[in-house]
């Protein structure tokens, strides 16, 4: 009897769970709403999120080419990869552990528990795996041709392999347990929150391990020997690197065996906890229903937002925020961002020192530069919400947008005046707050200020233009988020961070230069704002509905 | 009136509409029938504005729904066939999206939704989240939202489905009360004796194409069969039907012993 089949897992039913698995992963994103002619097969996001992660691993590589030293540069790859695979599945993890709609599918079939945790559990290590090699590649190749040592190749590999797989493994465990302990009323909630709270967990190992490096240049990073360094996970699997690479020490063994039992401890773990009942236990969480507080319609909320929002707004503004309380998908995207807007926030008023008041002459100060990360917090708000409404599970239901006589390009435009009402204004004025410690100055505070809302609704102008897609009508697509959020970030600095660099640099050279700015902001809104209006319609019209109604 | 003239629409090579017109006239009660694939929904889609048409013209109430499709979709009601809702939201909450959607005075959406509720049975679980409904109640639903504002034009599509045999007595004699005061209800169905007893006239589609168009009993003459069932399989090609059936058995390995 095969070791499969001993540990009661059916090979054909594994092979097709998981072809299954892989197919809907690589398969192009052909858009069931889609504008005409969109339906053309498109590079699935997978692998773009593979090509993003090769291009991380270059810059690994670069920095391993400076710091040689092989326990060293293993320890900074492994620590890299670690988060940035951890931040994928944090970003990915309702279609790697977590799909609602799982046990709908399989229930009916006769898979076993073991057999549907089994392809539950490959497919996610496959991913993270595949991910993890294209980070490893480059660092290996580079540390093997600088330490002029072949076996280092193979050693950045396999012991990457490894750190992935552990990491993969303790996700797992992590969900497993949480479904075990949590009680099944309070799980949607929980489950919410503890993706929240481990994204600040990841988000702050990602800005604590540079701060405890910072101040060096990379060749001057001394080499990882004290021995408390061995306490950090990502040691172990660089001591594995050193005993491939056939220079390790005794400590480097005894390191290595640890990684060894530390995937054999977690496995076995995860193995006896989760099951065909799991995902039982989230279908059931997923559509409890949860008691309501009993309202009417039409009540004082839609009396209130009638004076601010078109109706279309309302109806999608409406959606949005039960989408945001129902739809765990949708929650941990939008939760995810605000603890990296915290940490954000944190870092700037801990160095960014005085900032510079733009008003008066700019002092180039170097050390102010840190409160840039408070503009880079501001702009995710808008990508996050406009592509945040764009994927969901309820994505058939979109056809009543369709039978309506809505107005299709303002409900495509709801979204983005959402994330200017409801999260742009009120951080705008939480940086007002800040600005004024800052600058000393409330009213050259909130001046600046006006600037920046300025810019986010340009931010959210242009997004519109580039992606417009009717709100919550897109199916949700493997590696799709982590794609999206390396671009959101991409524009956001750019989009944000040029504008205030100039002002940092040369200052607004009083209120009359300040006219100009603000002025030049309104200009560049109208001008965008008259794009919208000639080319989304147009869009708009030419899109179809090719889910089944 | 609706008239429909040459519509035509592919997907890529596949022609799911091939150039097919029809009149539906004020107060009647039309029927849309087809094997699976045959066309329907692909009209219907066109007519409601999710799909836009390769060639020909759809006008409904005089107005051109392609140019002008948020008139048209005012004075439209549609109920999908996959009930397709938006879970999270309860029953009172999606009613009163679509009558945001429907551009509805704020003030009466309110009453016009509890009213609504109340009389498809759906009072007690108004505010409760629609993830949590029988499929019968969100069928009952779909058809809310599509009359709610009161529209001269009804698309159903596969209505019945889901629905206890008394709530469909029901929902039969609202369609008859419905086109007397000269509206007009498209219903596509696979039930065909329900289409039978209820639709004023009716066209068969088959392979994108209009086969046949005219009253039950048109058909039946026209095809010199004595039901709409024979008509039907007539039309659309079936194989023999017993041996069809045969031959799904023998597929399996045939009767068990």
């Known amino acids: ?549 | 009136m609706i008239t429909i003239s040459s519509l035509t629409k592919s997907y890529g090579q596949l022609k799911a509409v091939d150039d097919v017109s029809f009149q539906i006239a004020d107060g009647e009660i039309f029927g849309l029938l087809g094997p699976n694939g045959a066309g329907k929904t692909t009209i219907v889609k066109m007519m409601i504005g999710m799909l836009r048409p390769d060639a020909g013209i759809i006008e409904i109430n005089g107005l051109d729904a392609v140019s002008r499709s948020l008139e048209v979709k005012a004075d439209l009601g549609y109920v999908p066939e996959s009930g397709a809702l938006y879970e999270n939201l309860t029953g009172r909450e999606h009613l009163e999206m679509v009558c945001h959607l429907h551009h509805m005075d704020v003030g009466r959406i309110d009453g016009q939704a509890r009213r609504l509720l109340g009389a498809l049975e759906l009072a007690d679980a108004a505010d409760k989240r629609i993830a949590g409904y029988s499929k019968g109640m969100k069928q009952r639903l779909l058809l809310a939202g599509a009359i709610i504002h009161n529209p001269r034009v009804l698309i159903l599509d596969e209505p019945m489905s889901g629905l206890d045999a008394n709530i469909q007595s029901v929902i039969r004699q609202l369609i008859r009360e419905f086109v007397r005061d000269r509206r007009i209800v498209i219903f596509c169905s696979h039930i065909l004796e329900v289409v039978e007893r209820l639709c004023d006239r009716l066209m068969i589609l088959h392979r994108g194409r209009k086969m046949i168009e005219g009253t039950p009993g048109d058909i039946m003459a026209g095809t010199e069969t004595d039901s709409l069932g024979e008509a039907f399989s007539r039309l659309t090609g079936a194989a023999d039907i017993q041996s069809q059936a045969r031959g799904i058995l023998d597929a399996i390995g045939g009767p068990q012993p």
Request: charged share 15%.
């Open chain 1, 1 to 549: 009897m095969s070791a499969l089949s001993e540990s009661r897992i059916d090979r054909r039913q594994l092979r097709a769970l998981l072809l299954a698995a892989w197919k809907t992963d690589l398969r192009g994103s052909g858009n069931p709403v889609a504008p005409s002619g969109d339906g053309s097969r498109k590079i699935p996001p997978v692998l773009a999120v593979m090509a993003l992660k090769l291009f991380i691993g270059l810059g690994l590589g670069a920095m391993v080419f400076i710091v040689r030293e092989p326990f060293t540069a293993a320890f900074l790859v492994f620590s890299t990869m670690t988060v940035f695979l951890a931040i994928t599945v944090l970003l990915e993890f309702s279609n790697l552990i977590l799909r609602p709609d799982e046990h709908l599918i399989i229930a009916a079939l006769p898979v076993g528990s073991k057999t549907f945790f089994a392809a539950k559990m490959i497919h996610l290590l496959a991913y993270v795996n595949v991910l993890g090699s294209l980070i490893c590649l480059p660092p290996a190749i580079t540390s093997a041709v600088a330490n002029r040592n072949p076996l280092l190749l193979p050693g950045f590999l396999i012991a990457g392999v490894l750190a992935a797989t552990a990491m993969g493994l303790s996700f797992v465990l992590l969900y497993a347990l949480l479904l075990r302990i949590v009680d099944r009323e309070a799980m949607q909630r929980v489950l919410g929150y503890a993706n929240l709270a481990l994204t600040l967990v990841v988000y702050l190992g990602y800005f604590v391990a540079p701060m405890m490096l910072g101040g060096y240049p990379l060749s001057a990073i001394p080499r990882l020997s004290p021995g408390w360094i061995y306490l950090a996970p990502p040691a172990w699997f660089a001591a594995v690197v050193k005993l491939l690479a056939g220079e390790a020490a005794p400590v480097d063994i005894g390191a290595s065996l640890f990684a060894l039992v530390l995937i054999a401890v977690v496995f076995r773990a995860a193995m006896s906890k989760l099951s065909l009942e799991y995902a039982e236990t989230l279908s059931d969480t997923i559509g409890r229903d949860e008691p309501l507080r009993k309202r009417g319609v039409g009540g004082r909320d839609s009396r209130l937002l009638s004076l601010v929002a078109a109706s279309e707004d309302r109806a999608v503004w409406m959606l949005i925020r039960k989408q945001f309380k129902y739809d765990n998908r949708f929650k941990t995207s939008i939760l995810s961002i605000l603890p990296l807007t915290a940490i954000y926030v944190f870092l700037a008023v801990l160095e960014g020192g005085v900032a510079p008041d733009p008003f008066l002459a700019p002092p180039g100060d170097a050390a102010a530069g840190g409160y840039f990360l408070l503009y880079i917090a501001a702009a995710l708000f808008p990508y996050m919400i406009t592509f945040g409404t764009v994927n969901s599970d309820s994505y058939r239901s979109a056809w009543v947008f369709y039978a309506s006589p809505a107005d299709r390009t303002r409900i495509i435009l709801s979204p983005a005046r959402y994330a200017l009402v409801w999260f742009c204004l009120p951080f705008t004025l939480l940086l007002a707050g800040i600005f004024t410690w800052y600058f000393g100055s409330a009213l050259h505070a909130v001046l600046h200020c006006l600037v920046i809302y300025a810019i986010l609704v340009i931010q959210t102008r242009m997004l519109t233009l580039m992606y417009p897609r009717i709100p919550f009508s897109q199916p949700p697509k493997t590696g799709q988020r982590t794609l999206y959020i390396f671009v959101l970030v991409t524009l956001s600095i750019i989009v944000m961070c040029v504008p205030m660099g100039i002002v940092t640099a040369v200052g607004y050279g009083g209120y009359a230069g300040y006219s100009v700015w603000l002025g030049g902001a309104m200009v560049i809104n109208g001008v965008l704002s008259r794009i919208i209006r000639r080319t989304i319609p147009r869009r708009a019209a030419g899109m179809e509905f090719l889910a089944p109604v």
